[in-house]
């Protein structure tokens, strides 16, 4: 039976952890079977969520991913509708990036009753949107602006304000389809500052950003656009090497 702290463990005690992002609302759910097997071998989460996603598709999404792999699930929610017990974690975030209370504290609130009972591992995080270079559907939904990426003592402080504040993981974001990444520069500064583990993604990819970030000081790296727009992108790692893939509506 799993413990009730065994994902944040899995942060705690690793330092290359590798998570495939999948948005219910661009993946084709009749496709599931064939993006599972196209997932990088080095994969060891499945985050699943969007910035707006229509109500149930996150959970008809999760249901389905739990019948082909049993790589462990964390919903990555962008409104509290996005919760579901069907997956094995969940992100509790709180965009300290900006300040809109509804993303700091109300969607956290209007997610209580969904939670009250849940089996979800639910691990709080503090979530740093950073400037990838383009505006991005977080940017856009939540009505904030990301962090300049050369201001880095203030996302190190807002960092450190998370931790301070019980936040156990960090999550630098630098939006789904940026043109820039969460830079290594940021990355190794907020790692030398905070004691928790830091999740980086937005804009990775290649193999060669995904190592870069590592060696920066990210625990987790998030790969989302790139593995809709080509599943196969790490083709030389992943169970398949299937040149052709369609998996998105």
């Known amino acids: 039976m799993r413990k009730k702290n065994d994902f944040l463990q899995a942060f705690q005690d690793s330092s290359q952890l590798l998570a495939m992002l999948m948005d219910p609302d661009k993946v084709d759910l009749s496709k599931v ?7 990088p071998k080095a994969t060891t989460h499945l985050f699943v969520g969007g910035s707006e996603v229509e109500e149930k598709l996150t959970e008809e999404l999760v249901v389905l991913l739990k019948k082909q792999t049993e790589l462990p699930i964390i919903i990555f929610p962008g409104d509290y509708t996005q919760i579901t017990n069907e997956a094995d974690a969940l992100l509790f975030l709180s965009l300290l990036s900006g300040r809109n209370p509804e ?21 709080p995080t503090a979530y740093l949107l950073i400037d990838g270079g383009k505006e991005t559907s977080v940017q856009r939904v939540s009505q904030t602006l990301p962090m300049a990426q050369e201001n880095i003592q203030a996302i190190v402080n807002t960092a450190l304000a998370g931790e301070y504040s019980g936040k156990q993981l960090i ?34 990819r290649s193999e060669k950003e995904i190592k870069q ?31 052709t893939v369609e998996v998105s509506k």
């Open 33 to 39: 079977e064939n993006l599972v097997q196209h997932l």
């Open 103 to 123: 993303f700091l504290i109300e969607q956290q609130v209007k997610s209580v009753e969904k939670l009250k009972n849940t089996s979800l591992e639910i691990i």
């Open 171 to 204: 999550y630098l974001e630098a939006g789904s389809g940026a043109s820039t990444k969460v830079s290594t520069a940021v990355i190794s500064a907020v790692k030398k500052e905070v004691s928790i583990p830091i999740i980086v993604g937005g804009g990775i």
């Open 213 to 243: 970030a590592y060696q920066a000081g990210a625990t987790m790296v998030v790969v989302g656009t790139a593995f809709e727009d080509n599943p196969a992108f790490l083709v030389s790692n992943s169970a398949s090497t299937s040149k």
